[in-house]
């Protein structure tokens, strides 16, 4: 019998490239220690996890989300994990709400693509099903609007289930923002408090100064480490420091704007690079996509900008209607009107496509990096597409 080797906590536990949803996959190096205790412990407490439990998250186990939380975490805490290949979607779109039916699922943790996705289908596919063993929602990869949230929480949870909506990247390997089940009041869309141990600052995106009121906005940073979060680049421990430790001295950057509210809750505003400028404004996208989601004829939305002689950045929106909804010229009209309504003139959409489906990435990510260069007619620079899940 071969025994196991035995590892020091800082060797590679495994080498994972990120999603490129951003840019040129990188090689993420997680410890043997760090990663796997906090792996375990986010796991159990996030997720409120017991012995006996059923537990499911729908992700890619390629992905980061499908280690930390299919495999690593939840073995390393004895849990009965379900592992799932497919679609939402496919045969119908009640496939999730049957493995819960079938499985007697307590917690269950999805992508807010996903509950979009399977939203503009209609209610039916859900309350056919028996969902009375869920005890607990979760969600991950980006921020949730509110209305998907509603939903959720509504149709999936029967208004009895907590929902985690937990905020962290495939370089911190777990958890970093996220509510506790039954300790936090929960907000729609928000990702509300820092795990135990984390130190999240909101910085000046200009100064790079710490703003300590409330409420505020700037970017998210991390002032201190934690033992998930990853060592190095792989091969590039130069394009590591680069990446995340020098646009803000000493801080860890973590890529994302946020919102903190009066009572002192994080609200992720989306990714720093998908902040428009339109006539002097600033605006996350993120803001825009929930305002043109939230119109009942309106299954998804990716907004993004592009060049605009006037303007400097105009709103060009993609946007996927429910099904059985034709897309015309007033319906564009609609939703131009729907979202000035909803936010204000300067957010007004200048184009809408309408696009059946958005290129995602495996982990369920819309590749927002790849709809800019298509709204600035840049075909030539697609740049790295071996992520997509359906090119």
């Not at 090689?27 to 012995?51: I, Q």
């Not at 990716?302 to 002689?309: C, K, L, N, Q, T």
Request: aromatic fraction near 10%; charge should be negative.
């Amino acid at each position: 019998v071969s025994q196991p080797a035995e590892m020091n906590a800082e060797d590679p536990l495994f080498v994972l490239y990120t999603s490129g949803s951003t840019g040129q996959p990188k090689g993420v190096v997680h410890s043997s220690g760090g990663y796997l205790v906090y792996a375990a412990l986010t796991h159990e407490v996030v997720f409120d996890y017991h012995d006996g439990d059923v537990y499911w998250c729908t992700a890619d186990v390629g992905w980061v989300t499908g280690h930390s939380y299919i495999v690593y975490g939840p073995l390393a805490n004895g849990a009965t994990t379900v592992m799932f290949e497919g679609v939402p979607t496919y045969p119908d779109a009640s496939r999730f709400w049957q493995v819960c039916e079938k499985h007697k699922v307590n917690q269950f943790y999805t992508a807010p693509t996903a509950i979009r996705a399977l939203m503009g289908q209609g209610n039916e596919f859900a309350t056919k099903c028996d969902l009375s063993s869920l005890r607990i929602l979760g969600t991950v990869g980006e921020p949730i609007n509110p209305e998907a949230w509603n939903w959720y929480n509504d149709i999936i949870g029967g208004g009895r289930c907590p929902i985690v909506d937990t905020w962290w990247q495939t370089e911190t390997g777990g958890h970093l923002l996220t509510p506790l089940p039954g300790a936090h009041a929960t907000k729609p869309g928000a990702a509300m408090k820092p795990f135990f141990g984390v130190q999240p600052v909101v910085l000046d995106p200009q100064s790079g100064e710490e703003i300590h009121s409330v409420p505020t906005e700037g970017v998210l940073a991390l002032k201190d480490s934690w033992p998930g979060q990853m060592r190095t680049v792989w091969g590039d421990h130069e394009r590591f420091e680069k990446t995340y430790f020098s646009d803000y001295k000493g801080y860890y950057f973590s890529g994302d704007g946020c919102k903190r509210d009066a009572d002192g809750d994080y609200w992720i505003t989306g990714r720093v690079d998908d902040v428009i400028n339109v006539s002097g404004h600033r605006m996350g996208t993120a803001e825009v996509e929930s305002a043109l989601v939230a119109h009942a004829k309106v299954a998804e939305a990716a907004v993004v900008g592009y060049p605009h002689e006037i303007k400097g950045q105009g709103i060009y929106c993609y946007v996927t209607l429910m099904n059985g909804v034709e897309p015309s010229d007033e319906l564009t009209k609609e939703l131009r009107t729907w979202v000035r309504t909803e936010i204000g003139p300067i957010a007004s959409p200048d184009l809408i496509q309408w696009a059946p489906g958005l290129p995602k990435t495996r982990s369920g990510k819309i590749m927002r990096r790849i709809l800019r260069k298509i709204a600035e007619n840049d075909y030539g620079a697609l740049g790295d597409t071996s992520t997509l899940a359906d090119p």
